[in-house]
Every structure is written in C-alpha cells, then in structure tokens.
C-alpha cells in the first residue's frame, strides 16, 4: 500500500482504544490497522497548509510569511492569556479571533508522564487529552472565553507543572494519580473572575493508546535531516509513532510536509 500527501496532525477517536488516522487529500490512512507491519516514510517537499505553496515550513505547518501574517498562529494561541477579543481589540482579525476566543474554553490537568494544567476549547475535548498523550484527565473549570481560561491557567501554573516531559510519556514511564484530589487542591488557586465556573462534579476520563511495544530509548525522527525512514510500528500515542528500534515520529511537528508512505 502506498499514500502520498501533505501531512497534518492525526485525527483521532476515543474508543475502548484510541484510534488514529491520517487523512490526505484523495485518501486516508487507519493507522491502528498497520500495527507491526513495516512502513516508509519518504520526504519529498513542502506545502505550507494556509497559502499551498511549496515554500520551507517555519512553524505549525505554515510558511514564514502566514506564520507571521494569519490569526490562526497569532500569540495568543500559545498564550491564552494575551487574548483580546472579548474586549473587541483585534490582534490580527477581530472577526476570526471572536469565533475562536468567545466560545466556551476548559482548563484542565492532564497526566501523561505527570500532572499538568492546560487550557483548549470545549470542542476540543478529548482531543487535545489524546494529541498529548495523556492517559487520564480531567476538567477544573468551563469559562465562556479564551482570556478567562489563560489567567486561570496562568494562576494555576505556579503550583502545578504546565509541561509535559515527553520522553517519560513516550516510554511509558508514568503514575496514576487520582485526578479529582488533585483538581480541588487547586481550587482555592482559580482566580476570583472564574470561580463560579468550577467543576465540582466531573469525573476523571481514562485513555488507553494502541501500543504493542513501548521504547526503552528514544531516538528522534526529524524528517529535515533524514528525509528517508523504514521501520516496524509498534505503536501510537499522542501525536507520535513509536517504533521497533525506539525510533519516534512526531507528526505534528511535521505539518506541511508532503510524504511518502508505503505499507508492507
């Protein structure tokens, strides 16, 4: 089997087990059903997602010049505190930054190699859980806008860790903790502007990634300095594929590289 095209970040579904796709332009990939086969990864170029030209990839899948340009990489999409639009003060485009920033937002702590706090759309759960690899989660707080939900987390970060160690969760080196105590030992730090919006109720989810074979070491695939790769899948978890050989694969940090992929 052989697939060609631009690369996005996976899409996925929570089922009994996560499942993961990657979607191209004429065709898809289900990537749970090529578990312990060999596949090939073959770099051929660059197609920046917003303007589809064949330009070097800066960041987020996009050129330098609509990385610095479009609202969909404006700062406040890493800082969620910096957002504006709720106070009608446009970044890059008031019009797109209100349909993203005045919707409902959750923080939440999530424990994938230990317990952090984040931020990310309602509509974005459990995806943004899945795309980090976390194996439990949970909410603290639902606010009505972007703004509200990154000063919480903002306040919340100075008493618990908003990072994910990404080797521990990529091998598996990780604890259970019980979520629901962690969240109310946090209660008292939410700032007062989002305390009505405290989850009292909401219970813990669960995740379970398609892994056959954890790494014990980890090397690094960046497609710029190997542009050709062949190996075994042994698994899948947050945006990575982990590999027989301990070689680990992030996809999204290979947006808007056009591939090659064969299957046998």
């Known amino acids: 089997m052989r697939y060609e095209g631009v690369l996005t970040k ?33 770099f051929l170029r660059y197609q920046c997602l ?8 800066f960041a987020q899948g996009f050129c330098y ?15 969620p505190e910096l957002s504006t639009a709720h106070l009608d003060i446009e970044d890059r485009d008031l019009v797109y930054e209100k349909k993203v920033q005045l919707k409902p937002h959750v923080v939440y702590l999530a424990n ?35 703004y509200l939900a990154g000063i919480t987390e903002m306040a919340l970060k100075q008493h618990v860790s908003d990072k994910t160690n990404w080797r521990k ?31 009292a109720n909401n219970k813990e989810t669960e995740i379970v990634f398609p892994v056959l074979e954890y790494p014990k070491k980890i090397k690094t695939l960046k497609l710029t300095k190997a542009p050709y790769f062949e190996g075994v899948l042994k698994g ?28 046998r």
């Open 50 to 57: 917003n303007c589809g030209l064949e330009k070097k990839i």
């Open 65 to 79: 010049g609509c990385f610095t340009s479009i609202p969909q990489s404006g700062n406040w999409i890493m800082n």
């Open 169 to 199: 969760m990529l091998t598996n080196d990780i604890i259970d903790l019980n979520l629901e105590e962690e969240r109310e030992k946090l209660k008292k730090y939410i700032p007062e502007a989002a305390k009505e919006y405290y989850l």
């Open 236 to 263: 899948i978890k947050g945006q990575y594929l982990l590999f027989q050989d301990g070689t680990v694969f992030n996809v999204r940090n290979h947006e808007g590289f056009v591939v090659e992929i064969s299957v």
């Open 112 to 146: 994938s190699s230990n317990v952090k706090v984040g931020v990310t759309r309602k509509t974005q759960i459990p995806t943004r859980w899945i795309d980090q690899g976390a194996h439990e989660a949970i909410e603290i707080v639902e606010v009505p806008n972007r």
């Open 10 to 42: 996976m899409k996925t579904e929570l089922q009994k087990e996560v499942q993961y796709y990657l979607i191209f332009e004429t065709d898809f990939l289900h990537l749970n059903q090529i578990l312990d086969k060999t596949i090939s990864i073959n």
